[in-house]
């Protein structure tokens, strides 16, 4: 991944390293919820050549842990998106999913999908506006654990 201008953000390619900036934002970032057992550091060991992230002034502003899926080689799969809350609603989200779809249609995804939970209507509505559809898949991870499932074509 080479870097891109936006603004004054720079985006690139994750990095191994960046797992201690992230995990140190992570919950506040996500408004306080426990985020941090659902992103432990083997998806920045194992699954950063896939991801992104975005600077300003060289500190971390946003990132995207996501991959091809083992199972399923068309099938592209985003864990995690986040932004800085200060720098929110000014296109990062869309300009770090936007990236990444193109580095997944270079290895040969046709699809992308990704769930989140359905307390979090604002990442609903990003996903809608990012043309994914939605559905709530009861119980997904686990009795209770109802999510929201997201997919879009890549086309
Ligand atoms: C979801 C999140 C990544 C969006 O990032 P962002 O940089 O603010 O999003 P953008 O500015 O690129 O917005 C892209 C589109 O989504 C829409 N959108 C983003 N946040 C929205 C919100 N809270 N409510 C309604 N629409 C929203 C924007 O209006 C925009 O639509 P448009 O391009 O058609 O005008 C960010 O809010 C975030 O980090 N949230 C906390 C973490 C999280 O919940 N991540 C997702 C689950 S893993």
Do not use: K, N, T
């Given at each position: 991944v080479t870097s891109e201008r936006r603004g004054s953000i720079a985006i690139r390619g994750l990095r191994e390293q960046d797992y201690d900036a992230v995990i140190?934002?992570?919950?506040?970032?996500?408004g306080g919820r426990s985020?941090?057992?659902l992103l432990p550091r083997l998806f920045f060991e194992h699954f950063h050549d896939s991801?992104?992230?975005?600077?300003?002034?060289?500190h971390l502003v946003a990132f995207l842990v996501g991959f091809r899926s083992q199972a399923d080689p068309e099938l592209a799969y985003i864990h995690f998106v986040g932004v800085d809350p200060a720098l929110r609603g000014q296109g990062i989200g869309r300009a770090l999913y936007e990236r990444f779809?193109?580095?997944?249609r270079q290895l040969g995804c046709s699809r992308?999908?990704?769930i989140t939970s359905p307390v979090n209507t604002a990442s609903v509505a990003?996903?809608?506006?990012?043309?994914?559809s939605d559905?709530?898949?009861?119980?997904?991870?686990?009795?209770?654990?109802h999510r929201v499932v997201f997919e879009r074509s890549l086309g």
């Open positions: 140190a934002v992570l919950d506040e970032w996500w985020m941090a057992p991801g992104l992230a975005a600077e300003r002034e060289g779809f193109e580095l997944m992308v999908a990704c990003f996903h809608r506006s990012m043309g994914f559905r709530i898949h009861r119980d997904h991870d686990g009795p209770e654990q």
